[in-house]
């Protein structure tokens, strides 16, 4: 059954990956001949910039792919701007564990599709590559330059950041409205960064353009989660099965979920708590044991949606489950009794969503180990068949 319900999450993912919610929106390209092609682009909401794009001449024609190599430019009418530009970039990481004593940027010239956030006489752009985040600007057309960042170690402990993107911007972008303070209170980031540029762009009487959309706040749907739990329980000892077990039970959870804010909330991130319990008595080997497992389940993980239509979706899950025991354990006749233990587990998802209200879903509990004893082992895994109401 694991094997198969495994195979079905892989089969699903990709037959299904097809009907997305990236819907063909209006737009165009510039090719290398300085030629603009009006079609229909795969809006796809992208978190990293990207290196091709998928698009239509019409809505029944058929699907074709333009790379950056043949493209200088495209847009979706009204949502993004990309333009093609061979500039120097520096890659460093912003991981701690990857951060060098070098506190200038180490730059390289590469070929990118570079996002526009602002659009007058002071224009903004950004990349996004793998948690990479850099930013870049000109001013009148002029050549398009990044905006210096690096966090850099000073010594084993010690950790500083080159900002000579600051004094950058108060050289090239001085006027009236903006002042110093302005400038030292400037994040690396989108939303200051472009709050600055269209301040200045103003400030100087232009009347840009601006593509820079504030990040949605993801979506929190908070569920019920009933259900049936289809519980499988080997306990073996001296590695020979002693009782094999297998039971049809209630669950009851809830469940709080918040969408994520790119590629149209395709993803969300997932809580739930459950309570599920396994008792039975039975006569094993003429002697008379009390199985009795209950527990508080806390699933957290992630979501990816297949959308099939504007209302119904397929959804994959994969998650981590804590448990908690809740007073647990094996109670024999004549052996000594055993303790259970609370034991934590990855856990796959298979469901159907439906209008963002109702759900069912199939998830398969791996294997695991229950028993604190080591002479005696026990092979548990759980199926559950859960409902969801989305009361938000």
């Known amino acids: 059954m694991k094997k198969q319900l495994v195979v079905l999450v892989v089969i699903t993912l990709f037959c299904f990956n097809s009907y997305s919610q990236n819907e063909y929106l209006k737009g165009y390209y510039i090719d290398n001949n300085n030629e603009t092609t009006e079609c229909l682009i795969k809006n796809l909401d992208w978190l990293n910039n990207p290196t091709e794009i998928e698009y239509k001449t019409s809505e029944n024609s058929e699907s074709k792919k333009i790379s950056i190599s043949n493209c200088m430019e495209f847009g979706i009418s009204g949502i993004s701007r990309f333009i093609r530009v061979n500039v120097l970039i520096d890659r460093s990481s912003n991981d701690i564990n990857k951060l060098t004593f070098e506190k200038k940027a180490q730059y390289n010239q590469e070929q ?38 690096k966090r850099y170690k000073i010594n084993d402990t010690q950790i500083a950041t080159n900002d000579s993107y600051k004094q950058e911007l108060w050289n090239k972008l001085r006027c009236s409205d903006i002042n110093i303070s302005d ?59 002693f009782d094999d077990r297998s039971e049809l039970n209630i669950r009851f959870g809830i469940e709080v979920e918040s969408t994520l804010s790119f590629n149209n909330d395709k993803w969300s991130i997932f809580a739930e708590l459950n309570y599920q319990q396994f008792s039975y008595s039975d006569n094993v080997y003429g002697q008379d044991i009390n199985f009795n497992y209950k527990s508080f389940e806390l699933p957290i993980g992630f979501r990816h949606y297949m959308f099939l239509n504007k209302k119904s979706k397929i959804f994959i899950n994969a998650m981590y489950v804590f448990d908690f025991k809740l007073g647990s354990s094996i109670e024999f006749e004549m052996n000594r009794d055993l303790g259970i233990e609370g034991a934590s587990y990855p856990a796959l998802g298979l469901g159907f969503n439906f209008n963002n209200k109702y759900s069912v879903e199939v998830r398969y509990g791996m294997e695991r180990e229950i028993l604190n004893d080591p002479s005696w082992k026990s092979n548990y895994n759980n199926i559950s068949f859960i409902l969801g109401y989305n009361f938000l």
């Open 112 to 149: 990118l599709f570079l996002k526009m956030l602002i659009e007058g006489k002071a224009s903004l752009f950004q990349y996004r590559s793998d948690g990479l985040n850099r930013f870049f600007y000109n001013i009148n057309d002029s050549e398009i330059a990044q905006l210096e960042f």
């Open 183 to 241: 400038i030292e209170r400037i994040k690396y980031d989108e939303r200051d960064l472009a709050n600055l540029f269209e301040k200045y762009n103003k400030c100087e009487g232009v009347q840009g353009k601006n593509y820079f959309t504030r990040k949605k706040i993801g979506k929190i749907n908070l569920s019920i989660r009933p259900g049936l739990n289809f519980v499988s329980n080997d306990i073996q000892t001296l590695n020979q099965s």
